[in-house]
């Protein structure tokens, strides 16, 4: 479960300051699929990153389970997304040089002390194969990026972005590079994969079409939240 409370985040902006978050509040339950919708500049973005610890609210609490990820240092903020986030971007930025699964197994490397790396490197070993398996792309685990197409590239990022077993996964428009086919699917499958295992993911779409995908949804306008239509979508 990740919950945004009261959360307001400003940049400068000339002499002021412009709101980007204007005391949004959301819960994104584990084991949904929490849509975010609005028009461009309305502050989805702005959410994500902030949910993803990559930007720190001026006030307001991010809560990862009972932990206000606001309150911690940029040290404490990336050993938290190390171990309990998850996040695609709309392009998939995979290292060229590296195979599908090497792209998962180099999550282990990304840091923290040698015992951490070690706990990390048994858990992205034993189930590298399993999630390339549950995307799709078991016989594509030795290929290279060039060598993927854009949806099995996106399916190596999801793949990737859960290697770790977050708690949350942070998606922002996944689709935006594919045809509405491939988009389709891309959805289904982080909806299955959500479903399956029971992260709370929070996904940035500025089009409505995969909607069906979405558990929940939320209207962001002008950096509040407008509306949120909860449960039974699709
Ligand atoms: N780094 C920044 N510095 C200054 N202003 C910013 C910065 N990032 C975002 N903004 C402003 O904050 C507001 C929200 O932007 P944000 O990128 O979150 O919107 P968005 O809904 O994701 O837009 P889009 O759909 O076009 O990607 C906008 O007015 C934007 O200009």
């Known amino acids: ?20 978050l204007d005391r949004v509040s959301l819960d994104a339950p584990a084991g949904r699929v929490t849509g975010i919708t609005g028009p461009s500049g309305s502050g989805k973005s702005s959410l994500l990153a902030v949910a993803a610890t990559l930007i720190r609210p001026d006030s307001g609490r991010v809560m990862i389970g009972d932990l206000d990820a606001a309150a911690l240092t940029c040290r404490e903020a990336a050993a938290l997304r190390r171990e309990r986030i998850g996040i695609v971007f709309q392009q998939s930025n995979l290292l060229p040089s590296l195979t599908a699964r090497e792209q998962l197994l180099a999550m282990a490397e990304l840091g923290g002390g040698r015992s951490e790396r070690a706990a990390r490197r048994a858990l992205v070993r034993g189930g590298a194969d399993e999630l390339l398996a549950a995307v799709g792309l078991e016989a594509q685990r030795d290929k290279r990026p060039h060598q993927l197409s854009g949806g099995q590239r996106q399916r190596v990022a999801i793949a990737r972005a859960l290697v770790h077993a977050p708690e949350v996964l942070l998606v922002d428009e996944p689709t935006s590079a594919l045809d509405r086919e491939r988009g389709a699917e891309i959805m289904d499958l982080i909806a299955r994969l959500t479903h399956e295992r029971g992260t709370a993911t929070l996904l940035v779409t500025h089009d409505l079409v995969h909607e069906g995908s979405l558990d929940e949804l939320v209207s962001v306008i002008d950096g509040r ?4 239509v909860v449960g039974g979508i699709g």
């Open 1 to 20: 479960m990740i919950q945004l409370h009261d959360v307001t985040l400003t940049f400068p902006d000339g002499e002021g300051r412009i709101t980007a």
């Open 225 to 228: 939240v407008r509306e949120a």
